[in-house]
């Protein structure tokens, strides 16, 4: 297959020094195959040969970014096939935005430029333009950029008539005019493919996880945040860090981030202004700023004792973060009881079983989880059926019990209140009856 001409906007990136972009640094071809597949989708009236045509002139010619966003978001064939089919006039829309968008090139290679010269250990990342399937206007994997086209190229004229209720997602995101903050996007997306943890392990750390590229894009771009959370938490700082302070340590972070603004603010992504507060906090008191960015960018999000570190010296927070855990914990709901299972743990009847767990408040009934205890998968019972109360008080384990074995697992914090709060977990151990 011939390879598609590059646009005049791309040969300029041929014009940026090659210390701050190199050529390959950003692709768009990708964006050329899909309209090629596009346009002979929608002349073919035999449906039976869309999905053939797809894989001859998109997937077939893709380039690693392709296959990057794919896998990040599970995109198929069939998704991109029926997206074809059933939105031509928000296809057409996003069609005429792409020489607008992509006319913004040279300002992401400047703002990767200024980035790289704040943090100059960083390693090169390719940035890729994609036609996706409405799942992600820009991610970071596996070390490169992917920037979802079909959302981050939308704005306020895009048409979304045709989308049904199920994606009004879509359409509140095109309203926000995403394809102006194209280059905002591409450097954030940019600084995560730098950072030394692929993910975090609650509210507060997932937050610095997204808040810290928030930041450098800013420092880097010389362009704000056009969140809305941005200016709601401009306008409302103390009460959403006092309500913040509250959750910091929740495992469960989705009336924060990734979420509606279904939530109790009524806007969505708080967490990144939380997370943009606390690393413009720690920049603005270190001396040197050098050592302030390699600190922000290279923070190990899976640590707690770093996460701790970098939050305690941003001043942010008026008491330790130890007390923050604490009243979080005082809130959890507990087990009350586990019965069923007889008085004596050391002598349980093998066979079947069955051993109601009784919470202290009502659980979301569409969660549970139970896990291995110190022992391991040995020790780990053969469940055959798990029945929640209408309540949401009690949990039933049905068991197959072996005769003579020790017995080891935890119902843990897989289980959570309606509002996010995670289950104390609760170990569980008891040996069975010889045969």
Not at 179 to 202: K, R, W
Not at 304 to 323: I, R, Y
Request: hydrophobic letters at 40%; one cysteine or more; charged letters at 20%.
């Amino acid at each position: 297959m011939p390879t598609p001409m590059r646009s005049p906007i791309f040969l300029l990136l041929l014009s940026v020094p090659f210390s701050a972009l190199r050529a390959q640094d950003i692709v768009t071809d990708d964006l050329a195959y899909f309209w090629e597949a596009y346009d002979a989708i929608r002349q073919e009236p035999d449906t039976n040969a869309h999905l053939p045509l797809f894989q001859e002139l998109l997937q077939d010619r893709g380039t690693p970014g392709l296959k990057a966003i794919q896998q990040a978001r599970r995109y198929t064939a069939e998704d991109y096939v029926a997206a074809i089919r059933n939105y031509p006039a928000y296809w057409e829309s996003i069609r005429r935005n792409e020489a607008r968008a992509l006319a913004y090139i040279p300002e992401i290679a400047a703002g990767l430029q200024r980035f790289r010269q704040l943090y100059p250990d960083g390693a090169s990342a390719a940035i890729y333009f994609e036609p996706g399937v409405f799942r992600t206007p820009g991610t970071a994997v596996d070390g490169v950029v992917v920037i979802g086209a079909e959302l981050s190229f939308a704005d306020t004229a895009t048409v979304c008539w045709e989308l049904p209720a199920s994606m009004d997602y879509v359409r509140a995101y095109a309203q926000q005019n995403p394809i102006d903050g194209l280059v905002f996007l591409a450097v954030h997306e940019y600084v995560h493919t730098q950072q030394s943890a692929a993910y975090a392990y609650d509210l507060l750390s997932q937050s610095l996880f997204e808040g810290i590229p928030e930041f450098l894009a800013s420092l880097s771009t010389g362009q704000a945040s056009v969140q809305p959370a941005f200016a709601y938490g401009a306008l409302h700082r103390e009460e959403v860090l006092a309500r913040f302070a509250e959750e910091m340590h929740n495992p469960f972070y989705y009336h924060w981030l990734y979420n509606s603004s279904d939530n109790e603010f009524g806007v969505r992504d708080l967490g990144y202004f939380v997370g943009y507060t606390l690393a413009e906090a720690y920049y603005e008191k270190q001396k040197d700023k050098t050592k302030a960015i390699k600190a922000l960018v290279e923070l190990d999000f899976e640590s707690p004792a770093a996460v701790a570190a970098l939050v305690e010296a941003t001043g942010v927070f008026p008491e330790p973060l130890s007390v923050y855990q604490a009243a979080f914990d005082a809130r959890r709901p507990v087990v009350e009881a586990v019965e069923g299972l007889g008085d004596n743990l050391e002598s349980v009847p093998y066979g079947k079983a069955a051993m109601a767990v009784r919470f202290s408040e009502p659980m979301d009934r569409r969660f549970w989880s139970t896990g291995y205890g110190e022992a391991g998968e040995s020790a780990f019972p053969a469940i055959t059926a798990l029945t929640f109360s209408e309540d949401g008080r009690t949990m039933v384990y049905e068991m197959d019990l072996e005769p003579g074995k020790a017995y080891d697992f935890v119902i843990n914090s897989g289980y959570r209140t309606a509002d996010l709060r995670p289950l104390q977990p609760k170990v569980v151990r008891f040996k069975t009856q010889p045969r």
